[in-house]
Every structure is written in C-alpha cells, then in structure tokens.
C-alpha cells in the first residue's frame, strides 16, 4: 500500500519546490511598477478630512514621484513599499490596476 502513495506525493514535493520560486519573484523595477504604487496610494491613501497630508499631497510620495520621473525606479519603489507599509495599507501585487 505504501508504494502506491510515494509517488504522487513525491510529484506534489516536487512540483512544490519549482512552483515556489515563481511565486516569491520580485517585480523587477520599473516606470510601471512605480506607476502602479503611486496610482495605488492616492486612490486608497487619501484621507477625507480638510487639511490633510495623505494621498497625493504626501511628501514622501512626492519624492517617489519624483525620483521615478527622474528614471531611479529602484529608489521610488522603496519609498512607496516604505509609505505603504507604515500607512499599513499592503502592496499591491503587479497585476493591480485601477
């Protein structure tokens, strides 16, 4: 009886261990990717109130803006995970888009 388990439970393993490194890949840094982010916290990060700092008034979103129009992708996207993050609003995977 235990023959007939082993291998379909090997194949699982082994289909487990090549699909993981597919599933932790990074976006590679991108005009897109900073795009995405900046577009994804002045949609969902803009507070209501009057006199606020959120959403695309922010400064630290500001500078991500500016340093993706500048062509430093890496260094935006930093500041906008960083921004996310400590707003605790999650980062949107790269299939978002609004």
Same mark, same amino acid.
């Given at each position: 009886?235990?023959? #007939?388990?082993?291998?379909?439970?090997?194949?699982? #393993?082994?289909?487990?261990?090549?699909?993981?490194?597919?599933?932790?890949?990074?976006?590679?840094?991108?005009?897109?990717?900073?795009?995405? #982010?900046?577009?994804?916290?002045?949609?969902?990060?803009?507070?209501?109130?009057?006199?606020?700092?959120?959403?695309?008034?922010?400064?630290?979103?500001?500078?991500?803006?500016?340093?993706?129009?500048?062509?430093?992708?890496?260094?935006?996207?930093? #500041?906008?995970?960083?921004?996310?993050?400590?707003?605790?609003?999650?980062?949107?995977?790269?299939?978002?888009?609004?």
């Amino acid at each position: 009886m235990h023959s #007939l388990l082993v291998p379909p439970i090997f194949l699982l #393993l082994i289909a487990a261990a090549v699909a993981a490194p597919v599933a932790f890949a990074q976006v590679p840094p991108s005009k897109a990717r900073c795009d995405q #982010l900046i577009k994804y916290f002045d949609y969902y990060g803009q507070s209501r109130g009057e006199g606020v700092t959120d959403g695309a008034r922010n400064m630290t979103r500001i500078g991500a803006q500016s340093d993706c129009d500048d062509g430093d992708y890496p260094e935006g996207i930093a #500041l906008m995970e960083k921004l996310l993050h400590e707003k605790r609003m999650g980062i949107p995977g790269p299939d978002w888009s609004r």
